[in-house]
Structures are given as structure tokens and as C-alpha cells.
């Protein structure tokens, strides 16, 4: 096992999308972070859905009102037991004053109709999805003559889509292509979709479609297609480009937004005729960018059952009850896919949807920082992928003087405020809804993001430039918020914990209530903050003069709270009693993601495990694929392993769609998790998978690595490659086989260190290979490992 043995990193399917009448939810997604396309795959009639990272519409902000004159009388309330009264306070003095934000949604920029006239039915047919260069393959017989149609979104062409047909057999290819508004009526949403793109123009001539439509800004989007054949005749009319008798069909296609039609349908034109490749060289040119980072990681379970197709996979998981090793390495690959086709360094956050929206007002499609943002991004850095995370960092850095501006005008502080949901191209509160505006907390889990990526990358000019005076920003927020309560303890009021609400005031689950006092998430992301504060200021040796003032607000944070039965409260005020029934995970923050609890502090995490038992169970009806997989995560992050891999096999089996996307419900009824009418799209979820499984294999914190913390007793052999630790220390690979009771470990370090580990459980014996020198260690824990910078060391552990 010392040479890892790469996995089929393909995703192959036995069916197009069949999703009826929103047909886009199933189909295959490519991309290169600021182009989306998306492949139904039908034989006889494909479309490809186009979409682009800059396209939105319906938004509507106006100038946020300053209402923090209202915060004495929400606390007031709160201090009388009027917690409905105090609920809605800031919201209706908001609406009072005309502050009535409009959220935006993503727009698709068209379809691209692809029809082909069969002579008989399509047999043999395969959807493939090829995650080590992006390209998506749709094949199919038609008779004696296999049709190859194939595709993708270029990283090396800027922006073009790139789509080719083949033919093996006696027939010609013989097709219509169309462009088109995306089709309205595979659109379904549970809101009311207002109206539709309007200024809808399309133009065929020889070689080119052209369409453009108007958005509510006035600007123009859309699309320009350059077709390029050989064999056969073209023929143009109103509906569309017709070839017929082809040996080989090539188009390139490149959409715009925001722009002014003439202009972009002349300039695209002219681009694309300028480009004499072939499919063969664009993909050649497309794959090294795109494999450098999808190859920057890679997991190896021992699979067998790599060959077999993916829906296949999935049924399996409903006879067999558990997922397959296959399946799982294909979902771990599969997340980092989706993370790098919709997302990059350059481009936006990556939305709950990723780049392929189809619906015209998709709920949940905006960036929600309560967690969903982060769990998007929460495999990110451990998976080498640490560029990713610059869209993010920007994203929030752009509009630091709106931040200030919530803070100011919703709570009369200074620092910085960040709403969970901002209002599209601003920094500003982007709903009223009391839950936005009373959950504090966002900041500072985004601050962490910032220091993690220091941490993991030793960033030492990131951290001095751009995480410090981030995160000073938060902690000057919290100077002014929290206020002391009579044993000089800070008291976090209005406060919220994401998707919870008490259970004395839930009414059995009717009711909800968006406001409380002193959660756990306030105080641990406060403290998380103001602890790596005063860590990242000294190791910079920056505010010299404020770390005191941070090291006595930490004094003042109060501990947890704990139950009589030994569970952690998810509110420090008793007054607001917990509530098992609901799926929230925001409690869990020290666990994960923050690393304030950890093996070495048991007590705590005991606690924290006996209430994550209590509510995954008891909330079984309210669960959602995006807190399952968050769930799984904190059951890895607290050694649990088999829970973690139990929780990931409920998920596939109950809300995998037929592309390997995960719906956000069990719409089908199968009684696991909330069987909501709207099954949501959310490839939030596949990027929580793709966390969770990291997080069984290896754990870290800025001062020790943990390997194998989390391994489930049905992975008994496998590897993974190219990890990255908060030490700044690369786990280069990691092998384990159970049967043999041995774990190979390669470490590389950028800088001269030290480094704790934390053993597999089992430990008998821990070699360092290089120098066959045996280290002592204590109950499975190694301390001060010496590393020299940029050498490898080999370790060899006995179970």
C-alpha cells in the first residue's frame, strides 16, 4: 500500500434525468466556477441547461433604517419574560420604516436543444460523468449506428461551453440545435413565480445561433453557439440549425450577462470563429488545469465495486441498508467536483445550488451564512483545495463598510455585523426575519474560516493582512454587544441557535420563537474568536496593546451549562429549555466545526455526545440531508465512527436524487427525516459528506494531528492522500489495514516543528521509519514529533 491505487473516478448511470417536469434536478453538472451546463442526457431530445455565476434578478434592497435605538427595548422585554414580545421588535421597526428587501435569485441564461430523429428507440444507453476532466458523455444506440454526444465546460477556453457528437455505425448524424429561454414549464417552485425573462431575441445563420434575453436590470444575457461539422449539409431557418448526414459535429458555445446584446453576439462571433481546434486538443488543454486541483487529494477504500453504475449503487444502498465502499469513495470525489465545477477563487461562494439553478425563484437558493455557507465549504482546506476558499474571504472583504453599517444601525455597535443572508451585491441585512437578525454569531464562524486557512496553509502574509484586522473587526462588535449580568459574566442578548426553537415555547412543534438569551453557539464562536485573536496576534507580533483587553474578555465568557442528565444546554438561560426535536446542530459548534472540545478534554465531550444522542434521535422527523451531514461530522469529530457512517448511508438511501445530488427532504416518504413536499435541491449536503469522511480519517487542531480518530469498523483497509492539518502539517498519505493491524503515515511539514499526534486507537507500537528510533508515547499520544521542513517522515504504527 505504499503507492496509492487511484480510484474510477467515474460516474456512470443507467438512465437520463427523469425528474418530471423539473427534468433539471437530475441532470449531470459541469463546470468551470463562473459557467454552469447541465446534461438531461434524453437520446432522441437532450437539453443542456446554461448558467452563469453573475446571473440573478428579482433582487431589491433599499437603505437599511437605523433601529438600534429599539435594542433597549427588545432586552427590556427579555428581562420582563416577554419573549414573544421581544420577538419581533427590530423587524417591525425595520418595516416601519420601509426596509422591505427583496431577496434575489439565480437566473439561467437558456437551454441548448439538441434533437436528433431516431429510428428506433435508444438502446444501450450510458451517462457518464468523468470527475478527473470534467467531461460528460451521453452514448446510445440507435440501430446498428452508437452516438457519442459529449461535453465540457472549458477551464483553458474562457467560458465556452464545448460539445461534440460522434457517430461509430452506418448511419450519418442527422440534428437539430436550438437555443432557448430555460422552459418554463420545467420549472417548479412552491412561491409564485411573478414573471419570466422577457426581450426574449434568437437569430439563426450559417454556423451561429444567437439568443439573448433581458433580466429586471435591463441588462441583456445570453448565449452565442458556433457549429462546425464535417460531412453533411446545413440547413438555417426560425427554429433552429439543422445538420444532416454528418460524420462529426463540433460547437463551442459561450454565454454572457449583463450586457447589451448586439454587442456580445458580434464580439463572441468573431471569437469563436477564431478558434481551430478540436475536441480532442480543447479537452487536452481543459484537463491539467482541472485535474491539478481535483487530484490534489485522493481517497482509496479498497473498493470493489468501482465499475458499477451509480443509480446501481444507490439501489444497492436500500437492499444492502449501508453504502458501498464504491459509493463512498464516489461521494467524497463527487463533492470535490462540485466544489471546483461551481466555484472559484475568482468567481462568488459557491450558492446552495451550485451553478446549475433551473428554477426561476428556487427557495434556499441564496448564500445563508448559519452554517450552510460553512458546511459548503467544510472540506475544503483539510482537502487541499485552499484556493477555493479566496471567493469567500473576498466575498465578505468587499463590503466591510455595509458590514459596519448592520452593526451600527441594527445594534448601535462598532465592528462589523454580518446578516446569514445579505442582500445580493451588498453587505446588508437581506431579510427582516427576526432569526437573521438576532443571530449574532455569523461573524465570528466566518472569522474562523480565516484563521483556518492560516493555519492550514501558513499563510504568514494572509494572516497580518487579512484575517487580523478581520477578526478584530468581529471582536470589536462583541465588545460592544455583550452586556455584563450581575457575576460580571457576559449575557448575549437578543440571541438565536439556528433552526431551534425552545421547546416551552414550541406548543408540541406548532409554534415557532426566533429569539432567546445566551446561547452556546454565541458564547463558543466568541470565544473560538477571541482565543485565536490573542494565538494569531502573537504569532504575528501585532496588537501588542489589545491582546489584555481580549484575554479578560475571555475571562468573561460563562462555562457551558450542563443538564441534570449530563447533557450540555443548547442556552445557558434557563429559561429556554431544550428542544430535542429539533434538527439543529448549532450547539455542537465547540465539537465541530470549532475545535474547542477535544479527546483531551473528556468530560465535556461526554457531554456534548450524550445531547448530539438525544437529538439526533429525538428530531428524527424534522432532519434535513443538510443537518445529517453536519450531524455526521460531529459524531466523527467525537470518535464515533460507525454513527458518522450509519448517518451518511440515511442520506443516500433516503435523498439521493438520480445524479447523485442530494435532495434537502425525503420527499419520497420514507419516514427518516422531514418528508417535506419541496424536495430542495442542495449540493450543500454532498460537500458534508465529502467533510465527514475526512474527518473519520484525520483530525486537527493548531496543535495536534489525529489519525484514524473516527474509523468505522466496515472501512478496514484503504488510504488517502494529500491531507492538510491545522499544524500546517501535510498528511501526504495515510494507510491502514485492520487485518494486518498496520497504518503506514507520511508526514511533510513546510517549516521546521514540532507536532503532537494523537494514535489510532489500538495503538501497540509507533516506529518512525526514517531512523527506525522508537517513540515513547502515553495512551496512544505522541508529543513533540520533530519534523524538518519540506522532508518527509515515515511512521509505521502496530494495532
Sequence with gaps: MATIRKPKNALRFTMPASWWGSTWREALPAGNGVIGAAVYGGAANEVIMINHCDNWWQGHVGVLQDVADKIKDVRKKMDDAEAREAENVLRDSLISKNYRPLLAYPLPVCDFHVDMKLDRAAKEYSRVLNMENGEITVSFKDGATRYDRSMFVSRALPNTIVYE??????????????????????????????????????????????????????????????????GGEQIVDGKGITIRGAEKILVLIRPFVESQREKEWKAIRESLKAVKSTYEKLLKEHTPLHNRLFNSAELDLDAEER??????????????????????????????????????????????????????????????ASGSLQSTYCHVLAGNLADQMQSVFTYYESVLDDLKKNASRLYGCRGIFIPSVMAHGTGVLGMIDSKVIHFTAVAGWIAQLFYDYYLFTDDIKFLKTRALPFMKEVALFYENFFKLDSDSKYE??????????????????????????????????????????????????????????????????????????????????????????????????????????????????????????????????EHTSMSLARYASVFARMGDGDTALDIISTIVRNMTMGNLVFSATDWR??????????????????????????????????????????????????????????????????????????????????????????????????????????????????????????????IEIRL
Excluded at 530 to 536: D, S, W
Excluded at 719 to 737: A, C, F, H, K, P
Aim: net charge negative.
Design 492 to 621: 448575549s442578548c437578543p440571541s438565536y441557535s439556528p433552526d431551534t426553537t425552545p421547546a416551552n415555547y414550541s406548543n408540541g412543534g406548532v409554534d415557532s420563537l426566533e429569539i432567546a438569551r445566551n446561547s452556546t453557539i454565541d458564547f463558543a464562536v466568541a470565544k473560538e474568536l477571541l482565543t485565536n485573536l490573542v494565538e494569531g496576534s502573537e504569532h504575528a507580533a501585532m496588537n501588542k496593546s489589545e491582546i489584555p483587553k481580549w484575554k479578560d474578555m475571555l475571562t468573561r465568557i460563562p462555562d457551558y451549562k450542563i443538564n441534570d442528565d449530563g447533557t450540555v444546554r443548547e442556552y445557558a438561560d434557563e429559561a429556554f429549555a431544550d428542544n430535542y426535536a429539533s434538527s439543529s446542530v448549532s450547539m455542537f459548534y465547540p465539537v465541530y466545526p470549532g475545535c474547542e472540545v477535544t479527546p483531551e478534554n473528556p468530560e465535556l465531550m461526554r457531554a456534548f455526545s450524550l445531547a448530539a444522542k438525544k437529538k439526533i434521535a429525538g428530531a428524527n422527523a
Design 307 to 368: 465499475d458499477v453504475a451509480a443509480d446501481e449503487l444507490v439501489r444497492n444502498a436500500f437492499v444492502d441498508g449501508d453504502a458501498s465502499l464504491a459509493l463512498l469513495e464516489k461521494l467524497w470525489a463527487y463533492g470535490r467536483y462540485l466544489m471546483l465545477c461551481g466555484s472559484s477563487d475568482a468567481s462568488h461562494p459557491l450558492p446552495p445550488y451550485g451553478l446549475w439553478c433551473g428554477d426561476f425563484k428556487a427557495p434556499g437558493s441564496q448564500i445563508n
Design 165 to 230: 457528437i460522434t457517430r461509430t455505425g452506418g448511419k450519418a448524424i442527422d440534428v437539430t440545435f436550438s437555443l432557448d429561454v430555460h422552459d418554463k414549464f420545467n420549472v417548479r417552485t412552491p412561491d409564485a413565480v411573478s414573471k419570466l425573462p422577457d426581450g426574449v431575441n434568437v437569430k439563426y445563420e450559417k454556423y451561429f445561433m444567437c439568443f439573448s434575453s433581458r433580466s429586471d436590470s435591463g441588462a441583456d444575457f445570453g448565449a452565442v453557439g458556433f457549429i462546425n461539422h464535417f
Design 669 to 794: 416518504g420514507m419516514g427518516v427525516a422531514n418528508n417535506g413536499n419541496w424536495a430542495q435541491y442542495t449540493i450543500e449536503s454532498n460537500m458534508g459528506v465529502t467533510g465527514a469522511l475526512q474527518e473519520m480519517l484525520v483530525q486537527s487542531d493548531s496543535k495536534c494531528v489525529r489519525l484514524l480518530p473516527a474509523l468505522p469498523s466496515s472501512l478496514p483497509k484503504g488510504e488517502i492522500s494529500g491531507l492538510q492539518t491545522r499544524t500546517g502539517v501535510e498528511v501526504s498519505s495515510l494507510s491502514w489495514d485492520k487485518r494486518k493491524g498496520v497504518v503506514l503515515v507520511k508526514l511533510k511539514s513546510r517549516r521546521a516543528t514540532n507536532v503532537n499526534i494523537r494514535l489510532p486507537e489500538g495503538t501497540k507500537r509507533f516506529i518512525t521509519k526514517n531512523t527506525s528510533e522508537k517513540i515513547d508515547y502515553e495512551a496512544g499520544f505522541v508529543t513533540g514529533l520533530s519534523l524538518v521542513a519540506g522532508k518527509v517522515a515515515a
